[in-house]
């Protein structure tokens, strides 16, 4: 797959398919395809991805997860965008190297690449009695093959050494490599104060959950954040 970006503000992706040549996508994002490209559906199932994997994805609310991708088959041309303003990279990954893409950021992606959808965390909040949990969706990719995706706004990458750390937010991450060790964290009082300029999360999340089943009470602002160790490629978007 060769794939170019087109346009600024809001890119498209222009893919180049040889003869034979399968690539698959998200549905709904097509802008137009040469006659010679084929188009098909493809099952996540025939991915390798099981349906009781599927269904649990499901019943966890993932408001990306879809059955279903499109297929297109070269030779010619296919122009897939997601309609939305920010930078658009192209990876190749390596065998067996992986890539963890926030769901609702993949455009495109080579046959070869294994895909596999995945939470890559949860945490819990309470208003009251009431309990709602969150999860943070990934798309699985791992090599051989091309992946694309999108941020929003501007994406910024850093590659951490072994044991280095950076912190962002849970809306601020795009993608992490499989190798990067990802530790959901809490901003409590005033250190979310400082960083956040005080607006608060509510509830108490996972640790008012953890101190609640203690039988004590949670702290009433917080702010969860994510602590991604390495060594790996780290990407985050400021329009999130």
Do not use: C
Not at 11 to 22: C, D, S, V, Y
């Amino acid at each position: 797959m060769r794939a170019d970006t087109v346009g600024g503000i809001t890119p498209a992706i222009l893919l180049t398919l040889n003869t034979g040549e399968k690539v698959l996508s998200e549905h709904g994002i097509m802008l137009y395809m040469e006659p010679t490209v084929k188009l098909n559906r493809r099952t996540q199932k025939s991915l390798g991805v099981s349906r009781s994997h599927l269904m649990g994805m499901h019943a966890r609310g993932d408001s990306e997860e879809s059955y279903y991708f499109a297929e297109f088959t070269g030779p010619g041309h296919v122009t897939l965008s997601r309609d939305k303003g920010g930078d658009a990279r192209i990876q190749h990954l390596n065998p067996q190297q992986g890539l963890r893409i926030k769901s609702g950021h993949l455009v495109a992606f080579d046959e070869s690449v294994r895909y596999f959808p995945n939470v890559l965390a949860q945490w819990v909040t309470y208003n009251g009695d009431d309990q709602e949990v969150h999860y943070i969706f990934v798309d699985d990719m791992t090599g051989p093959g091309g992946v694309v995706f999108q941020g929003h706004g501007n994406v910024l990458s850093f590659q951490l050494r072994p044991g280095e750390m950076i912190r962002t937010t849970v809306h601020g991450l795009l993608a992490v490599e499989n190798t990067v060790t990802v530790n959901l964290n809490w901003l409590v009082g005033m250190q979310m104060n400082t960083v956040f300029g005080g607006a608060g999360f509510g509830g108490g999340g996972l640790m008012g959950a953890m101190m609640m089943q203690q039988g004590q009470a949670g702290p009433g602002n917080s702010q969860p954040v994510l602590d991604l160790v390495g060594p790996g490629v780290v990407m985050v978007n400021s329009g999130a």
